[in-house]
């Protein structure tokens, strides 16, 4: 193989795929279209006798690549997880919550934002899904800080920030999605994140003492608990709110972290388990299902058109040599593993300012597999921080996405300034946590490799 000629073929294909995005074409289309073109081109400029390793069986082998992985096991659980955050969404679980939480902390300074940051974490271990969970956080809370005076950056930050947990947090359907390029069971991605999602609503949870402490205007308290008897009566209240929601998350991440059932099958009680729970709290009717059926297929066609286009163009890219140029490349650092993990962070973070979330994951996790297995980095460790890297792809202009689904329900008077300005330190924060799981490899390992002794 001419590594030159390939080089230079694996670039002006990147450029094409980056160029056609900026389009505004859809994604799904642009991945798998620069494929195919490229895959002809290959075998054209092949034939004219230019040293590009291309030839068009790399089209059938799309085919191939694409019919196993469609027919994976392993992604089962996606539409299931998928149908039980958007069921619990219609449930109205999450308002009577962060209504008793609030109460709970309504004499706090930043009692709200602390609220709608505890929620963030039930939610994301409940749903999974950010626009769901980044649009039920704006419509119910940003409207009510407003009203009690918050600054704008820090309500604007606290809900597209605590709504983004869900990314990371199990039942991430992330995490589903990066156990096929990673070659890693879905159980052990779940717990070897458990720990670091956490980590990083520690870390929100803790800014915002800090900041509400330090500027206490910022962040005024909501109101004067007037007797002990409602005090009582709003812990009661929490507890009959935090319930169900408890118990559908130890329902399906406990019977996978102690192994119970497969993640396929804790995805199905947790299907099952939302439904009970709308039909108990009296929300579940035709309406309500369908509507619920009808944004988990849209949500799921969204994922797996860019799936196949994603399946598509790597496999060309692979068949162009462009792993070999990638693997090549990257090992001819001047450094270490430490620094090629690093530098692979840095990219990683870079490219959220441009790609989406499944874009990244779907092609680069399995052209930079291969690196980790060369160079012997742990690659559950190095998947998870690729996971709480991408949760920064959510808050960083100008393709957040949670920044769109917050602009969508916002109040008036919250312009694109205000939300830039105020997840300048939540992406800080996941920058800080980032660091800690880098120095800290144990946040990732321990709980795997002790789960089931």
């Known amino acids: 193989m001419d590594l030159d000629w390939n080089l230079l073929f694996v670039a002006l294909m990147f450029a094409t795929f980056v160029g056609l995005l900026l389009t505004g074409y859809p994604v799904a289309f642009v991945l798998a279209g620069v494929g195919v073109v490229f895959a002809v081109a290959g075998e054209v400029l092949n034939a004219y006798g230019l040293p590009v390793d291309a030839d068009l069986t790399t089209l059938s082998l799309v085919v191939d690549r694409i019919y196993g992985t469609m027919s994976s096991y392993g992604l089962v659980p996606l539409p299931l997880f998928i149908f039980m955050g958007h069921m619990l969404d219609q449930s109205g679980v999450a308002a009577d919550l962060l209504e008793s939480l609030q109460t709970m ?20 271990a409940s ?11 704006g419509t119910l ?6 009203a009690n005076g918050y600054q704008k950056e820090l309500a604007v930050g ?9 990314i990371l947090i199990p039942p991430s359907i992330m995490l589903v999605l990066m156990s096929e390029p990673m070659q890693l069971s879905v159980g052990d991605l779940f717990l070897g ?36 008897e409602q005090e009582q009566g709003a812990a009661w209240a929490l507890v009959r709110a935090l319930l169900p929601p408890l118990g559908l998350i130890l329902a399906v991440l406990g019977s996978i972290f102690f192994g119970i059932v497969s993640p396929s099958e804790a995805a199905g009680v947790g299907a099952i388990g939302a439904t ?44 162009l040599g462009g792993d070999e140029v990638i693997e090549a490349g990257i090992t001819a650092l001047p450094f270490g593993p430490t620094g090629i993990v690093v530098c692979l962070m840095a990219l990683v973070f870079a490219l959220g300012f441009f790609l989406d979330w499944i ?39 100008p393709v957040g996405f949670a920044l769109f689904y917050l602009r969508g329900v916002a109040p008036p008077g919250i312009e694109l300034g205000h939300l830039y300005r105020g ?23 321990w709980l795997p490799a002790t789960a089931f002794d």
């Open 423 to 445: 997840i300048v330190p939540f992406v800080g924060l996941q920058l800080v946590g980032l660091l800690l799981i880098f120095l800290f490899p144990a946040l990732v390992t």
């Open 141 to 146: 809370a940003l409207p009510a800080m407003l």
């Open 158 to 166: 606290t809900v597209a920030a605590s709504g983004c947990l869900g």
């Open 127 to 137: 749903t999974g899904i950010i626009g769901a969970s980044v649009a039920l956080l």
């Open 105 to 124: 902390l309504a004499r706090v300074a930043g009692g709200m934002a602390l609220g709608v940051t505890l929620l963030g974490v039930v939610l994301a």
């Open 193 to 228: 994140a458990l720990f670091p999602g956490l980590v990083l609503a520690g870390l929100y949870l803790g800014y915002l003492v800090v900041i509400c402490l330090a500027r206490p205007q910022f962040a005024p308290p909501a109101r004067r608990a007037e007797a002990g």
């Open 359 to 397: 874009e990244i994951t779907l092609i680069v996790l399995p052209l930079v597999e291969p690196v980790t297995a060369t160079l012997g980095i742990d690659k559950l460790w190095f998947t998870v921080l690729v996971a709480v890297c991408l949760q920064t792809s959510f808050l960083t202009p």
């Open 276 to 319: 009970l729970l709308a039909l108990a709290r009296g929300r579940l009717d035709r309406a309500t299902l369908t509507e619920a059926s009808r944004a988990t297929a849209r949500t799921t066609s969204f994922i797996f058109a860019i799936f196949l286009g994603a399946t598509c163009f790597s496999v060309v890219l692979r068949g």
